[in-house]
């Protein structure tokens, strides 16, 4: 018996079981958690309110029959966290509520006001093992040792809808940044104050530590990463291929800018943050018809958001959508019009398919250029393959006119 224990152990250090184990996992340490005594002993940014995310169905109908709108009050348990090896604080409680603040800044300004955070801070805690515990057991087990702190400290952790923990630097193969749950009952996300990211050092306080922040949190709540279609020297072409994370202008895609852009159109709109309704505030215009549109700025509340129109059916079921939208130099899009790629100049273009949730895809207006991919003013995408036409035809700081031919 003791040598199946200790077999039965090892193969809980590999990865593709502990997957499989996952949602074993995340039950027992719910029950876990619920056993704890509430307590006020953290830094609380304002009041809380419980707002539960549900499951996915797997029924093939539209993301927005598939999710539920993301409104109102988010709460979030951060947890800084050390080892009896390394008790290292690389940050304060204080700095991390700070942090947290323009975290909820971003959700607040990208959501156009329908959404914020509240956070409580805990820590630094010493984990009662050294960092080698980071190396035999994986991330979600280790997620879970702090959670059996957290109960042993009288900290009741079931309320939050997210839970962050926070390592002190990023140890062995488990404890390091960059994990977040999709969707499904309480989020959790796992980052690390001190880490290097291609190279260069980074921290929990940076631009890119808040974008990963904001990256992780969008997991959290249903959403996957935001691509990009690579054809090579055309928009679209005989041999194409999805590069993930490879949106440039959305936090769910590459965080090559270092500061977190608002989620694109198809994005926001599986979050009920724009809709097609006629009565809301922040609209996507769904076009039946063929003719001369206008776009307001994407980044300021209320108008037209972005437009959306079908291409056809999609490979794997559905029906794939064209998303324009006129991003400027706004808030958190500030950096769009600097750095390694722009896209203020003209109108971005999305594919997504409206039954699934993985399928965004930014499309390359200008596939020869290595900077910039919005359709520029003047200029005509035409989609050979079902006659779809788009001409970007003025520009202002109030928004885009755009001219769209529907698929024939």
């Given at each position: 018996m003791k040598k199946a224990l200790e077999t039965y152990k090892q193969l809980l250090t590999q990865k593709t079981l502990?997957?499989?184990?996952?949602?074993?996992?995340?039950?027992?340490?719910?029950?876990?958690?619920?056993?704890?005594?509430?307590?006020?002993?953290?830094?609380?940014?304002?009041?809380?309110t419980i707002l539960e995310s549900k499951e996915v169905?797997?029924?093939?109908?539209?993301?927005?029959?598939?999710?539920?709108?993301?409104?109102?009050?988010?709460?979030?348990?951060?947890?800084?966290?050390?080892?009896?090896?390394?008790?290292?604080?690389?940050?304060?409680?204080?700095k991390t509520l700070e942090i947290m603040s323009e975290v909820s800044d971003y959700f607040e300004e990208v959501s156009y006001g329908a959404?914020?955070?509240?956070?409580?801070?805990?820590?630094?805690?010493t984990l009662p093992f050294d960092t080698s515990r980071c190396t035999e057991q994986g991330s979600h087990?280790?997620?879970?040792?702090?959670?059996?702190?957290?109960?042993?400290?009288?900290?009741?952790?079931?309320?939050?809808?997210?839970?962050?923990?926070?390592?002190?630097?990023?140890?062995g193969s488990w404890c390091k940044g960059g994990l977040g749950t999709v969707m499904g009952g309480q989020g959790?996300?796992?980052?690390?104050?001190?880490?290097?990211?291609?190279?260069?050092?980074t921290s929990f306080d940076s631009l890119y530590g808040i974008s990963r922040i904001v990256h992780e949190i969008g997991h959290n709540l249903g959403l996957k990463h935001a691509n990009r279609l690579d054809c090579g020297e055309t928009t679209f072409g005989d041999s194409c291929t999805t590069i993930g994370y490879g949106d440039f202008y959305d936090a769910m895609g590459t965080l090559s800018q270092y500061r977190a852009s608002h989620f694109n159109a198809f994005q926001k709109m599986k979050l009920g943050w724009i809709s097609d309704a006629q009565d809301i505030e922040n609209r996507i215009q769904t076009i039946t018809e063929d003719g001369e549109y206008f776009i307001d700025t994407y980044e300021t509340p209320g108008g037209i958001k972005a437009l959306r129109f079908p291409r056809g059916p999609g490979i794997k079921g559905g029906t794939?959508?064209?998303?324009?939208?006129y991003r400027q130099p706004i808030g958190w899009d500030t950096e769009l019009?600097?750095?390694?790629?722009?896209?203020?100049?003209?109108?971005?273009?999305?594919?997504?398919?409206?039954?699934?949730?993985?399928?965004s895809r930014l499309l390359d207006m200008q596939?020869?250029?290595?900077?910039?991919?919005?359709?520029?003013q003047r200029n005509t995408f035409k989609d050979t393959e079902t006659g779809v036409e788009i001409q970007l035809l003025d520009t202002s700081t109030k928004g885009a006119t755009v001219r769209v031919r529907l698929a024939e």
């Open positions: 502990i997957y499989i184990l996952l949602p074993v996992l995340y039950i027992a340490s719910f029950l876990l958690v619920n056993a704890a005594i509430d307590t006020s002993s953290s830094i609380t940014s304002n009041d809380s169905s797997s029924t093939p109908v539209t993301l927005s029959e598939q999710y539920p709108p993301v409104t109102g009050e988010r709460t979030v348990a951060v947890i800084l966290v050390n080892f009896l090896d390394d008790q290292d604080e690389p940050g304060t409680p204080e959404v914020h955070l509240s956070t409580d801070v805990y820590g630094w805690w087990l280790v997620g879970l040792d702090i959670k059996k702190e957290a109960i042993r400290r009288g900290v009741n952790l079931s309320p939050y809808n997210h839970v962050i923990f926070v390592f002190n630097k990023r140890q959790m996300v796992w980052l690390t104050w001190e880490d290097t990211y291609a190279g260069e050092k794939d959508y064209y998303y324009i939208e019009k600097e750095g390694t790629h722009t896209a203020t100049n003209g109108v971005l273009v999305h594919l997504g398919n409206d039954t699934i949730d993985n399928s596939p020869t250029n290595t900077t910039g991919h919005e359709l520029l």
